[in-house]
C-alpha cells in the first residue's frame, strides 16, 4: 500500500497552488511535517487556519475544541443555540470535508480512471488515495479490500445478493439479532426468499443486549453467514465481535459486521477483529452522504460475481459474455461518487488528526454523563446496559417517558428548547417490538458535543414533561 499510497500523493502536483499546500494531516510533502486547516467559524475567510492546539486550551473538552470546525452547530431556533444530538442518524460535517468536496467540483472535476489528461488524473489520484486512506483506518491488510458503494446498506445488499445467492441453498442458516437495523435484515430476507434458507434471530439478555450464549448455541454446521452489529443504533451495546468470529469460523460461517455505529467512533481493526465483511457509511463519519464502504478479504472478495454490470467492472466485453475486473473494480461498476469518497478521505484525516482513541474515551466519558443524566429525570426508562468500567456503551440513549409519546418529546424539545433529537423505531422495528414497545426518544452525540449541551438537553427534557403531562 506503502507503493499506491507515494503513487496517490504524487497525483497531487496536477492540483492548484492553493491546493498543494495544504496538504492533509497523515500525508507529508518533501518530507515536512503538516498542519491541518480547517475554516473557522461562520463567515470566515476560507483561508487556511492552523490547527486546534491540544496544549493550547488544556481545560477545553474535545468538544468545544471542535465544534468550531462545524459551522451548523453555530445557529439558533427562535432564540435557542441549536443542540444536535440526531448523530445516530447522520453526523455534521467540519468545514474541512466541505471544502475537500468543493475543490473538486471547482478544480479537478473529471471521471476517474478512464483519462489520461491532468484532470483525470487528478481525480483518480485523490479518489484511489480516499480508498487507501480507508484501509488504514480500520487497518484493512490491501487496500484492494476497500469497495466504495453508495452506503452501508449498498454495502451488505452487494454481500447478500453477490455472496448469499451463490452460497447459500435450501436448508441453510443465516443467524441474525434481534436488535439488527433493517439494512441488515431485509436484505437477507430477499435472500432467504430466494433460496430458502432460514432465518434465525438471537434475542436480549435481562440486560437488554444481544444474547452471545444463545447465539452460540444456534450455530451449527448449517450455519453459512452470521449477520451481526458491532455497536446497536438503539440499545448503545457493543457485541465482541472477536468472539462471535471465533465461534462462527468453527462451524465454517462467514460473518458480516454492520460498523454503521462503531466506525466513526471508536478504533476499529478489521484484522483484529477478523470478519469476513465489515460496513460502514460516509455521512455517518463526518463524511458526506452518497458513499460508504464495504470491507471484505480479498480471497473472498475474488470469488464473488459481480453485484451490478456495466463500465468499469469488465476485464473484456465480447457479444455474447464478459469477463471481470479484480476486486475493487468488479464491484464498483458506472461512475462513482467520486467527490464524495474523496471528502470522505478528508472526514478521516479530520477525525484521525485528533486520533480515534481520544474521541473514544472523550464519547465514553460524555455518554456516560448522559446516561446518568437521564436516569436522573423522574418517569424516564433507558434502554440497553448501564455503562460500566467492563462493558462499553456507546454516546446515545434511547428512552421513553411514562405515559408520553417519544415523537412529542422530540417536537417540542425541538421547537421550545432547539434540541434536535431522534423519535421513531430508529430503522429496528424487530427490537422494539421485543421490548414491548412501537416507538422510542434517542439522543445520539458525537464528539463535538459537550456536557453543556447535556445539561440543555436534560433542562429541556424536564421542561417538555412537565408541559405535555399538564396537559392531561
Known amino acids: 500500500m506503502a507503493t499506491a499510497a507515494a503513487a496517490a500523493v504524487a497525483s497531487l502536483r496536477y492540483f492548484p497552488s492553493s491546493m498543494r499546500n495544504c496538504v492533509y494531516p497523515g500525508t507529508t510533502s518533501g518530507g515536512g511535517a503538516v498542519t491541518f486547516s480547517p475554516r473557522r467559524g461562520r463567515g470566515a475567510s476560507a483561508a487556511a487556519v492552523a490547527a486546534p492546539s491540544r496544549e493550547a486550551e488544556p481545560t477545553s473538552s474535545l468538544g468545544d475544541l471542535t465544534r468550531v470546525d462545524f459551522p451548523i452547530l453555530d445557529q439558533e431556533f427562535d432564540g435557542n443555540k441549536l443542540v444536535y444530538f440526531d448523530n445516530g442518524a447522520t453526523s455534521q460535517k467540519p468545514s474541512h470535508v466541505m471544502k475537500a468536496l468543493d475543490d473538486y467540483y471547482r478544480f479537478y472535476n473529471s471521471n476517474v480512471h478512464r483519462g489520461i489528461h491532468a484532470l483525470s488524473a487528478k481525480a483518480t489520484g485523490a479518489y484511489e488515495a480516499a480508498r487507501i486512506k480507508v484501509a488504514n483506518f480500520v487497518n484493512a491488510a490491501d487496500s484492494r479490500e476497500i469497495i466504495f458503494t453508495r452506503n452501508a446498506t449498498e454495502a451488505i445488499n452487494l454481500v447478500a445478493y453477490s455472496w448469499g445467492l451463490s452460497n447459500l441453498k435450501q436448508g441453510d442458516e443465516i443467524v441474525l439479532t434481534v436488535a439488527e437495523h433493517h439494512s441488515a435484515i431485509v436484505p437477507w430476507q430477499f435472500v432467504s426468499q430466494k433460496t430458502g434458507a432460514v432465518l434465525k434471530y438471537v434475542g436480549l439478555t435481562k440486560e437488554e443486549v444481544p444474547d452471545i450464549e444463545q447465539l452460540k448455541g444456534l450455530l451449527s454446521n448449517k450455519t453459512k453467514i452470521v449477520v451481526v452489529h458491532h455497536v446497536s443504533n438503539v440499545l448503545g451495546s457493543m457485541l465482541p465481535i472477536e468472539e462471535i468470529v471465533a465461534c462462527s469460523k468453527r462451524v465454517g460461517a462467514k460473518v458480516l459486521v454492520d460498523a454503521c455505529q462503531s466506525v466513526p467512533h471508536m478504533p476499529v481493526d478489521v484484522q483484529k477483529l477478523g470478519a469476513d465483511f465489515l460496513v460502514a457509511s460516509s455521512h455517518k463519519m463526518c463524511g458526506p452522504t452518497g458513499v460508504g464502504f464495504l470491507h471484505g478479504k ?3 472478495l475474488s470469488s464473488m460475481e459481480p453485484f451490478l454490470g456495466g ?26 461518487a467520486i467527490g464524495e469518497a474523496i471528502a470522505l478521505g478528508a472526514a478521516i484525516d479530520y477525525m484521525s488528526h485528533f486520533g480515534m482513541q481520544r474521541i473514544h474515551e472523550y464519547e465514553k466519558e460524555l455518554g456516560a454523563y448522559l446516561y446518568e443524566s437521564l436516569l436522573s429525570v423522574p418517569k424516564v426508562q433507558v434502554y440497553g446496559p448501564a455503562p460500566s468500567q467492563s462493558d462499553h456503551r456507546a454516546p446515545l440513549c434511547s428512552f421513553n417517558v411514562e405515559n408520553v409519546h417519544p415523537t412529542d418529546i422530540a417536537e417540542i424539545l425541538d421547537l421550545q428548547h432547539g434540541v434536535a433529537i431522534r423519535s421513531g423505531h430508529h430503522c429496528a422495528q424487530i427490537l422494539h417490538r421485543t421490548l414491548g414497545i412501537t416507538a422510542s426518544a434517542r439522543a445520539s452525540l458525537h464528539f463535538y458535543n459537550t456536557k453543556e449541551e447535556v445539561d440543555v438537553f436534560i433542562h429541556g427534557l424536564k421542561d417538555t414533561i412537565d408541559f405535555l403531562t399538564s396537559q392531561h
Open 298 to 300: 480479498f480471497e473472498i
Open 311 to 336: 463500465g468499469e467492472m469488465i476485464a473484456d466485453v465480447f457479444q455474447d459474455k464478459s469477463t471481470y475486473a479484480e476486486p475493487p473494480s468488479r464491484f464498483e461498476a458506472g461512475t462513482p
